[in-house]
Structure formats: C-alpha cells, structure tokens
C-alpha cells in the first residue's frame, strides 16, 4: 500500500463548477496535511494545509480532513481555466519530519 | 538569496558517469529537502536535513546516491555511475524549520528543478 494515494485522473470539470480531489493515508499517527499546485513544466506550490478534522476554507479552496478515515479532499468551487494543474496531497509522516507526496491528480477545466 | 536556487538546470550525462547537483536554500531555512519526479509522476522522497545532519536517509534510491549539506546551507545532491533510470527531474525545497516544528507549517519552498537526462 503506498503511503499516499490519489486518483491520478485526468478529472476533468466543466467551467464554473466544483472540482473535487480525493487522497487517503496510511500512517494513521499524521498530523499535518497539505495541497500543492504543481503547472505542468513548474515546481509545486503550497495551496492549502490543514490539521484539524472538518473543513478549512480559504477562498474558492477547502481542504477537509478525516483522520478516523485517514481522507483528505480538495474542493475548488467556481472552477476556472487557470485551476488546470496536477494537485498533489502531501503528509507529514508521525515519526519524522518527512513529508510524502502523493502521485498527484491530474485537472482539467474545460471552457 | 530570494528563493530556492538549483543547479545545473539541465544536465545531459553518460550511463556510468558521476554528477552533481547543488541546492542553494533560502537564507536562514535550516531544513532542506530532496525529491525526485519521474516524467508525469508524483514527487519521491530522498533525503533531507536539519541544519548539516540527514535524520533520515531512507528514500535514497541505492548506494550510488549521497547526499551532504554545508554550513547549515548549500546541499549537493551526488549520483555516482549515472543509469537511464535516474533520469528525472530533482527537486530540492527548504523550510524555516523541520516540517512540524514550532518554526513551520510544513511549507515546502521549492527550487526550479535539476532535470536530468542518462543517454
């Protein structure tokens, strides 16, 4: 079982609406929990983190978490053409300081 | 320096040759780490440290790969007899402190990428 999984698309979501990415875990002891953007051909950049269960928002972003799931989503509402990037879930793992990336999920918003 | 810089930025080499790649992190980040991403793959763990020490070492590949950081600063990443396999890009990312220290969020800040190629 891979320590971070997620559905490696292409999810693709019509204009304006809700686009939602999917992650689970493995190590049932992590605490911290963050979404990065990565543009085809650029460097991942940190969209949203989260540590406590429920939900965070932060405008078109909420991340939720579950850990009794060991689940995390994204939902971006309001899609736009400019969402389109892979969306990698990342985790620190409990018994270090490393964090591990999930294979990413591919999205496309289509005008 | 203002953000993460990385170099070379391409890199060509022969199967069996050595290389380097170094990192230069923000200026006072004390935590710095490696991944490497295969074309339309995810980003697999190397390494990383806290100031020069490399708590865990468990995502290297196999022997042939090392890694040492300086000064609490610059890291370079060695690949010694180079295999079509490494061939990938490698990322390194600093942060102010170790990923769920008092000092961070666990923001990674991530350099532009050694894209590696092994004829």
């Known amino acids: 079982q891979k320590e971070v999984e997620q559905n490696s698309g292409p999810l693709s979501v019509p204009e304006g609406a809700i686009a939602s990415l999917n992650c689970t875990y493995s190590?049932?002891?992590?605490?911290?929990f963050f979404w990065y953007r990565q543009y085809s051909g650029k460097s991942p950049e940190l969209i949203m983190f989260i540590y406590s269960n429920g939900d965070k928002e932060d405008g078109r972003f909420t991340a939720q978490l579950n850990k009794a799931s060991q689940y995390v989503s994204l939902l971006i509402r309001d899609s736009q053409p400019s969402d389109s990037a892979t969306y990698l879930c990342?985790?620190?793992?409990?018994?270090?300081?490393?964090?591990?990336f999930g294979s990413g999920t591919r999205l496309s918003i289509r005008p | 320096g203002a953000g993460v810089s990385q170099s070379p930025s391409n890199k060509v080499t022969e199967k069996g040759k050595d290389v380097e790649l170094r990192c230069d992190p923000i200026?006072?980040?004390?935590?710095l780490y490696w991944y490497r991403q295969s074309l339309g793959q995810g980003l697999e763990f190397l390494i990383y440290?806290?100031?020069?020490?490399?708590?865990?070492k468990s995502g290297l590949p196999s022997d042939r790969f090392s890694a040492e950081r300086t000064g609490g600063s610059v890291s370079t990443l060695t690949i010694q007899r180079t295999q079509q396999e490494d061939s990938a890009v490698y990322l390194c990312?600093?942060?102010?402190?170790?990923?769920?220290?008092?000092?961070?969020?666990?923001?990674?800040?991530f350099g532009e990428g050694s894209r590696l190629t092994v004829l």
């Open positions: 990312a600093s942060s102010p402190g170790l990923a769920g220290g008092p000092l961070n969020t666990g923001e990674l800040f």
């Open positions: 440290f806290q100031g020069n020490s490399a708590p865990d």
């Open positions: 200026s006072g980040h004390t935590a």
């Open positions: 190590d049932r002891g992590s605490q911290s």
């Open positions: 990342a985790v620190l793992y409990s018994s270090a300081s490393k964090i591990i």
